[in-house]
Structures are given as C-alpha cells and as structure tokens.
C-alpha cells in the first residue's frame, strides 16, 4: 500500500498540483486548506507524513504543529516562506521533523517524503532491528522508542533518528553532515540548523530524565553520545 499524505495548505490551486504529483510519485494525498479543521481530522485519521504550510489563515501553521504533537506522533515536514529561518527553528523545536522553503520544487518534496517515512519506519543501511543502550539509555529500533532510567523520552521521528546514530556510535565523534544523511535522508546544506535544533531537544528531554549533558558538541564538527568506561 502506497503512503499516504495530508497536505495542510490554503493554497488551493498548490495543494491540487502537488497531490497530483505526488500521486504520480506513488503517494496518496490529500488536503485539508484550513489549520483548525485539519487538527479535528487528524484526531480521526491518521496519515504517514503530514505537509504542513507555516501560513495558514486563522489558526496558524505553528499553532497546528503545537497542537498535533499533542497526540499525533505523525512526521509532520513543514512548508516555510524562503529566506525565514526563525520559523523553521521554532517549528523543528516544537517537533517538525523536517521544512522546506517555498515555492518548492515537486520532486525535491517527494524525496524529502520518502526520506522521512524511510526514516520514521526504521529503514537504513545499518542493523536497524538491534536494541542499543548505553548505559541508563536504552534505544529500541522495532519500537522506535528510547528511555532514560526507565523514563520514556517521547522523541519524534527526526529525534529518535538523530540519538539513534549517536547512540549506534557512542563514544565516538558523529559529524554533522554524516548525522543529517544517516537521521534525516540529505545532504546538510549551507547554514541550515536542524542537526543542532534536534540535539537541543533531545539534551532537554534526557536532562529532565537525570540524563544530562551525555551529547557533547565539538566545536566545528559535530556531537558525541558520552561513554563511560563501565558502559564500554
């Protein structure tokens, strides 16, 4: 079965061309123009990935993200205006799993889809099955799920797919073009701060489960899950 799409969107004449596109690309979509009618449907469907326009009339496209991650684990990519890189940030801090600057391209948003539902359904190259933990840190692949001490951290997609790498590779040094590949399916391009946008919010959530500073930054090149040598 193919995946399927909800586009949250105004733009009518948009939503139409892309739906069409991506159902060319092999995707069920669909679209909902309104932010607040799209939270109701959400609590009665569920999709694989969301695309969710940051400007939407009404209830803004923020608000719908604050709102969906209250129940809806769904990757949600967020559509921002070129060029607004405060909107971007806050949205991967309240849980976007990805953005992409419009007008986007067709195609570029369908390979971002399928990276995000490859990801979020645990495929990679690497034995993705493999349970990790590292010391009170314990990370299920089959599960997608990570607890700290026995706490759930409740991660997002793009989350469980950045702690994952850094766990897979604990006590070494992850750069950060390695870890946008491996947890987000791309390239890291010029000035783009997701990688560090993602490990800010795992810090947080393993902190407030007694799991501080356990993700170091190296200063130029990327972050390290900290060993100790009774976890080796």
Do not use: W
Not at 54 to 83: D, K, N, S
Not at 94 to 116: H, I, T, W
Not at 126 to 153: I, K, N, W
Not at 198 to 206: D, E, F, Y
């Amino acid at each position: 079965m193919s995946a399927t799409i909800l586009i949250i969107d105004d733009d009518r004449e948009l939503c139409a061309l892309l739906a069409d596109f991506l159902r060319l690309e092999g995707f069920e979509a669909s679209a909902i123009h309104n932010g607040a009618d799209a939270v109701e449907h959400c609590h009665q469907h569920s999709y694989d990935a969301i695309v969710l326009d940051i400007m939407l009339p009404g209830l803004q496209g923020l608000e719908v993200l604050r709102q969906l991650r209250t129940f809806c684990p769904t990757p949600v990519l967020m559509l921002t205006a070129r060029g607004e890189d405060t909107d971007r940030i806050v949205g991967l801090e309240m849980g976007a799993d990805d953005y992409l600057p419009k007008p986007c391209n067709p195609r570029e948003l369908a390979a971002r889809l399928r990276a995000v539902l490859r990801r979020s359904q645990g495929s990679s190259g690497e034995d993705t099955d493999a349970p990790l933990q590292v010391g009170l840190a314990c990370l299920d692949p089959q599960q997608r799920s990570v607890t700290y001490a026995g706490d759930d951290l409740q991660l997002t997609s793009a989350e469980f797919n950045v702690l994952h790498t850094l766990m897979a590779n604990a006590g070494k040094v992850v750069d950060k073009d390695t870890l946008s590949q491996q947890a987000l399916g791309r390239a890291l391009t010029a000035y783009d701060r997701s990688i560090d946008v993602h490990v800010s919010k795992i810090r947080k959530k393993l902190a407030a489960a007694g799991g501080d500073k356990l993700i170091i930054s190296i200063r130029g090149i990327g972050y390290q899950f900290t060993i100790s040598p009774e976890d080796s």
